[in-house]
Nanobody
Framework: QVQLVESGGGLVQAGGSLRLSCQASGMIFMVNTMAWYRQGPAKQRDVVAS???????NYAVSVKGRFTISRDNRKNAVYLQMNSLKPEDTAVYYC??????????????WGQGTQVTVSS
């Protein structure tokens, strides 16, 4: 069994910064693409940023230039540095990863979510 555990959410004023962290644990053979999603109130869950095992990144247009995704393959961890936060960034942020287990089964795994609230 594998799991993702997120940390780093909280309340911040507009213009401020937060850094989210997510670490995978369990019987892991390889962690493939990792990503951050978010779901605002009464909204669907949308991808914010993704990063492949080789380091290729992609960003939603709404966060490009403000957010930076990175990963540490030795720790099976992914991070999201969020700068110049806006009230519309308020959402529950979820970490996601495509993980190949020690039994060579590939799973799309989700974290439990962490709340980010940006006040105006």
């Amino acid at each position: 069994q594998v799991q993702l555990v997120e940390s780093g959410g909280g309340l911040v004023q507009a213009g401020g910064s937060l850094r989210l962290s997510c670490q995978a644990s369990g019987m892991i053979f390889m962690v493939n693409t990792m990503a951050w999603y978010r779901q605002g109130p009464a909204k669907q869950r949308d991808v914010v940023a993704s990063i492949t095992s080789g380091g290729t990144t992609n960003y939603a247009v709404s966060v490009k230039g403000r957010f930076t995704i990175s990963r540490d393959n030795r720790k099976n961890a992914v991070y999201l540095q969020m700068n110049s936060l806006k009230p519309e960034d308020t959402a529950v942020y979820y970490c996601a990863a495509r993980i190949t287990t020690g039994e060579q089964v590939t799973l799309d795994t989700w974290g439990q979510g962490t709340q980010v609230t940006v006040s105006s």
